[in-house]
């Protein structure tokens, strides 16, 4: 979220960065409802010190016995202003306050102009592209033709956009997850952490999903939401907290089922299990000092790069341009694995570096080395998505006969098993 006061200190250059979002002007809009407000509070000040006044005043008139109803009288229309300024401060508060959090956050100063995906921009291509001497199938025939994969078992239990694994596939889902955490924790310091997947209203608001996103989410008939990602668990942990600077950064990981209502994604990907209602996921979280951010994004990228380097997986880096750099990040990064039966590039992991943006929102600091609290910087990565990871292997790893190779690194979480075969 931004902070009114850096706002009215550079009007232009907070109206400069969000028309790089495709935001029209804000600055006036807000500094004249900020302006309001602190009217509003003054005049609540003024008043308050006229009804001190005035108490002091009416008790100096009933010690020396005099008619106290003027001032009475006085003191009631007070009472009024006031109770009307005491539910008009609170309003225009909150006003402030959900217009700022609807903003989205300010970009970094190297992402690239652009409206859509189509201007990403590729920083590093990794591994070769596979060449089959025949047709490459994509997952869901793979999956099916094995028997291991079934959609109108999943269909018949909850809908559209569900699977159901079995056996040898379902153990090899398990052993990407698995693999993904014994990396993230024994090479890369991450902290292995299990997170509810149901949180409230000020979870998701902290981390930026809500109030924009409601669309996009599960909601509970008890008011809870179920989590779209493991960041929205994980980040909210240091919220309302002032950490010592010796403790930064912090480093956590999680591997939970997430669940999307793909509210905008109709028509889009409707078979097989690239873009499900639920799935599974590694998130990688970090909070930092200010300054050390940047290099930890680099850090966790990288992180999220080698559990595909250690698959054998070929991938590209894409730095995310403008118009395609969600909500709450001032840079992303997109790591796009290959799938050979679809012949493009797919995301499977997004790195982003918020700073103090969820920070805002969560009211998270640490004390800085002068020991004043300043809040910390957040930064959230999948590491990573394991589904899509499944669908990579498929691809990547499949033979002629419609059998499927074990990439080497998972076989000791298969029990040795070297092929899927029907």
């Not at 004390?367 to 990547?396: Q, W, Y």
Request: glycine share 8%; hydrophobic share 40%; with cysteine.
């Amino acid at each position: 979220m931004h902070d009114i006061k850096a706002i009215r200190e550079d009007a232009a250059g907070f109206d400069a960065a969000m028309a790089r979002r495709g935001i029209l002007p804000l600055s006036r809009e807000l500094t004249e409802l900020d302006d309001e407000r602190r009217a509003a509070v003054a005049q609540l000040q003024v008043l308050q010190s006229s009804r001190n006044a005035l108490a002091k005043r009416i008790g100096e008139a009933k010690r020396a016995k005099e008619v106290t109803t003027p001032l009475e009288a006085e003191g009631a229309a007070l009472r009024g202003q006031m109770e009307a300024l005491e539910a008009e401060v609170p309003r225009l508060e909150l006003l402030l306050r959900e217009t700022l959090a609807a903003i989205p956050n300010a970009l970094d100063a190297a992402v690239p102009e652009g409206r859509d995906e189509t201007a990403n921009h590729e920083e590093k291509i990794w591994g070769k592209k596979p060449a089959f001497p025949f047709a490459a199938r994509e997952h869901f025939e793979l999956g099916e033709k094995l028997g291991l994969m079934d959609f109108a078992g999943a269909a018949k239990l909850a809908g559209s956009r569900f699977t159901v694994l079995r056996a040898a596939l379902a153990r090899l889902e398990r052993a990407l997850g698995q693999f993904m955490l014994d990396t993230h924790t024994a090479a890369h310091g991450y902290t292995e952490t299990v997170v509810p997947l149901l949180v409230n209203d000020t979870a998701m608001f902290g981390t930026g999903q809500l109030p924009k996103f409601a669309d996009d989410l599960f909601k509970t008939t008890d008011g809870r939401w179920l989590i779209p990602t493991a960041e929205v668990s994980l980040t909210n942990l240091v919220a309302a907290e002032i950490l010592p600077g010796a403790n930064l950064p912090i480093r956590v990981t999680a591997l939970t089922p997430c669940f999307r209502s793909e509210a905008g994604s109709a028509g889009r990907d409707v078979r097989g299990m690239l873009r499900q209602h639920q799935f599974s996921k590694v998130e990688l979280v970090s909070i930092t000092r200010p300054e050390d951010s940047e290099a930890e994004h680099e850090r966790m990228t990288s992180c999220a790069e080698t559990i595909l380097e250690a698959l054998e997986l070929p991938y590209r880096r894409m730095l995310l341009c403008a118009g395609d750099t969600g909500f709450s990040a001032v840079k992303t990064y997109d790591l796009e694995v290959w799938l050979p039966g679809q012949g493009m590039y797919r995301e499977i992991s997004s790195c982003s570096n918020t700073r103090a943006f969820q920070a805002r929102r969560m009211n998270a600091r640490y004390r800085n080395a002068d020991g004043k609290p300043d809040f910390v910087h957040t930064l959230n990565g999948s590491g990573v998505a394991v589904g899509r990871a499944l669908i990579a292997v498929l691809e990547n790893y499949q033979n002629e006969d419609g059998s499927v190779t074990v990439p080497a690194v998972l076989r000791p979480y298969m029990g040795g098993l070297e092929t899927l075969t029907t």
